[in-house]
C-alpha cells in the first residue's frame, strides 16, 4: 500500500452507474488524489441482504457494474483494494443451493456451519451464552431445505449470509478461488471483512480467539504468496486490534474517529495523545466507512471490563454518543441500533460531518489529525465531500447505516467540490501525499492536555500540526514545501501547501 491517502467507496454511489463510470471521475475532478482505491463489493449481486456483502457468486462482477476488464483497467491507475468476505456466502449461492437440494448428499454438506456441526453434543445455556454476535439474539437460523430436512444454520449477521467451515476443504477451496481471481485482475490488497466471526469452536467466544489468529496467518500467508496484502478489519477491544497488529500487514485503527470526536467536543486531548502513543503504526487511519462511528473500539471489554477497561470511561464515552445525536438533530438516533434493521449494536450512524455539528472548521481539523496520526489515511467517499446525512434513502431503506451510503450524481459531486471545505480538504489531501515528512519517523512532543503536537521527521524534511484545543485553533507548518495557514475559526482557512 503506498503511503498516501486511500478512497473508499461503491463503485455505483459516486458520479455515475458503474466502474468505467467511477473511473472517469478519478481521470477527471479527483485525479492525483489517492494513492489507492477500496472498491467495495461489486461482485454479483451488489444489491443483496447486506450491501453487497452476501454474494451469490463472489468471482463474478455485478453484470451492471462491468466485468474484470474494467477492473483491470482501473487497477493501470490506481492500486485497488477488494472484499474477501471470509465468514460467510449467500443463501442463493450455487454451493448452498447446491447442499439445500442434495442435504448429506451435496459435496458442500460440510462447508456450511450449522448449530449441531459445532455442537455435536448438544449445547448449554451457558455455551450459547458465551457466544459473541453484534446483533440481538444467538447466530441461527432455523431453515427447512429444498430436501425438506431442517437445520439450524449458523449466520452470524443474516439469514440470507450462511457462514462457512473455513477450516473445511471446501471452505478453504473457495476463500482461495476468490483470492486467485482477485489476484488475476489487478487486486493488490485485500480486506478480510468479517474475519474475527470466521472461526467457531464449542465453549468458546466464537469471536477472535486463539483459532482465529492462526486462520488470519495463514491466509494472509496465501495472499503473500500471490503478492498481495492484508488488512483486517476487526471491531473489538483496542488491546486486541494491537495483538492483531503485529500478525498481519494492516489493520484499521477505528478507535481514532470517537476519540478525534471526544477531543473535539471536551477540548481536551488526553484520551487521544494515550491512543496515539500505543497505537499500530502498520495501521489504516479512518473516520468514516460505509460501516458505523465504532464505539466498541475505545470502550471496555465486554467478556472482562474490569481487566480490560475501555480508552474512555463508560460514562464519558455514553456522554460522547449522546453529543453525536445532538449535533445531528436526533437523525443518527433514528439511524443506530434497534432502531432500524440489520444494525451493528456497537456503531453510531452518522456521517462524520453531521457528527461535528457540520461545522467546517472542526471537520478540517479532525481530517488533519487523522491525516498526521500513525498510518496510510484513508477517506470514505461521502466524507471526502463533506457529505450530510441521507435521510430520505434511510427511509426508503430502513437499514441505518444507508444513512451514510448517499448516491451521488455527478451534478452533486460538481456542487461539492465548489464548495470551500472541500476544496481545503483536497489541498489538505496533496499535502499529505506530496510531503516527504510522512515517509520518516512519528512524534508527539510533550504538550498540556488541552493541546496537542504531531510531528513527522525525514532527513532535513519535517511537517507539524499543532492543536489548541481551548481555544480551537490549530496550524500546521512543514518545511520547504511551504508552510500552511493558520486553521482559525474561519472555514474557508487554505490548508493547502504554499
Not at 457468486?57 to 482501473?74: F, M, Q, R, S, V
Amino acid at each position: 500500500m503506498k503511503n498516501k491517502v486511500q478512497l473508499i467507496t461503491y463503485a455505483d454511489r459516486l458520479g455515475g452507474s458503474d466502474i468505467k463510470a467511477f473511473h472517469r471521475l478519478l481521470k477527471g475532478p479527483l485525479a492525483g488524489l489517492f494513492g489507492g482505491v477500496h472498491i467495495l463489493p461489486f461482485y454479483y449481486p451488489i444489491h443483496g441482504a447486506d450491501g453487497g456483502f452476501d454474494p451469490i457468486d463472489h468471482t463474478k462482477i455485478d453484470p451492471c457494474l462491468g466485468g474484470w476488464a474494467d477492473i483491470k483497467e482501473l487497477g493501470q491507475d490506481v492500486d485497488l483494494m477488494a472484499d474477501l468476505i471470509v465468514n460467510h456466502v449467500s443463501s442463493s449461492s450455487p454451493q448452498f443451493q447446491d447442499y439445500s437440494h442434495k442435504g448429506d448428499a451435496s459435496i458442500y454438506k460440510d462447508m456450511f456451519l450449522t448449530m449441531g456441526s459445532i455442537f455435536p453434543d448438544g449445547a448449554t445455556e451457558t455455551d450459547l451464552l458465551t457466544i459473541y454476535r453484534p446483533r440481538p439474539g444467538l447466530p441461527f437460523s432455523y431453515a427447512t431445505l429444498k430436501n425438506q430436512q431442517k437445520r439450524l444454520l449458523w449466520t452470524t449477521f443474516s439469514k440470507q449470509q450462511i457462514d462457512i467451515n473455513v477450516n473445511h476443504p471446501q471452505g478453504k477451496a473457495y476463500l482461495q478461488s476468490v483470492l486467485n481471481t482477485l489476484h488475476d485482475n489487478d487486486v493488490r490488497m485485500v480486506r478480510l471483512d468479517a474475519v474475527g466471526y470466521a472461526v467457531k469452536k464449542p465453549g468458546s467466544r466464537c469471536f477472535m480467539i486463539p483459532e482465529t489468529f492462526a486462520f488470519i496467518e495463514d491466509l494472509t500467508r496465501q495472499a503473500s504468496a500471490l503478492n498481495m496484502e492484508v488488512l483486517v478489519e476487526i471491531h473489538s477491544h483496542f488491546r486486541r486490534q494491537i495483538e492483531i497488529a503485529r500478525q498481519v500487514d494492516r489493520v484499521y485503527d477505528f478507535a481514532l474517529p470517537p476519540l478525534v470526536l471526544h477531543a473535539l467536543f471536551n477540548h481536551t486531548a488526553g484520551y487521544l495523545k494515550r491512543w496515539l502513543e500505543i497505537s499500530p503504526r502498520n495501521a489504516v487511519t479512518v473516520l468514516d466507512t460505509h460501516d458505523g462511528i465504532g464505539v466498541i473500539d475505545i470502550g471496555a471489554d465486554d467478556s472482562d471490563s474490569k481487566a480490560r477497561p475501555g480508552i474512555l470511561p463508560t460514562e464519558e464515552l455514553d456522554a460522547l454518543v449522546e453529543k453525536i445525536h445532538a449535533n445531528s438533530n436526533g437523525q443518527s438516533r433514528l439511524a443506530t441500533g434497534l432502531a432500524a434493521s440489520n444494525l451493528d449494536l456497537y456503531q453510531i450512524n452518522c456521517t462524520f460531518y453531521d457528527a461535528v455539528g457540520r461545522n467546517d472548521h472542526d471537520y478540517l481539523l479532525a481530517r488533519a489529525l487523522q491525516f498526521f496520526a500513525p498510518g496510510v489515511p484513508q477517506v470514505y467517499y461521502v466524507g471526502l465531500l463533506a457529505g450530510e446525512n441521507d435521510t430520505t434513502l434511510l427511509a426508503q431503506s430502513g437499514v441505518g447505516r444507508d444513512i451514510n451510503r448517499h448516491y451521488y450524481t455527478r451534478d452533486e459531486i460538481d456542487r461539492a467540490i465548489r464548495r470551500p471545505v472541500v476544496q481545503s480538504l483536497f489541498e489538505l489531501i496533496r499535502f499529505r501525499n506530496q510531503h516527504p515528512a510522512f515517509n520518516g519517523s512519528f512524534s508527539m512532543p510533550e504538550t498540556p492536555d488541552s493541546r496537542i503536537a504531531l510531528r513527522w521527521d525525514h532527513g532535513e524534511d519535517w511537517a507539524a500540526l499543532e492543536v489548541d484545543f481551548a481555544s480551537g485553533t490549530y496550524a500546521v507548518s512543514n518545511s520547504p514545501l511551504g508552510t500552511l495557514a493558520s486553521g482559525e475559526m474561519d472555514p474557508k482557512v487554505d490548508v493547502a501547501a504554499g
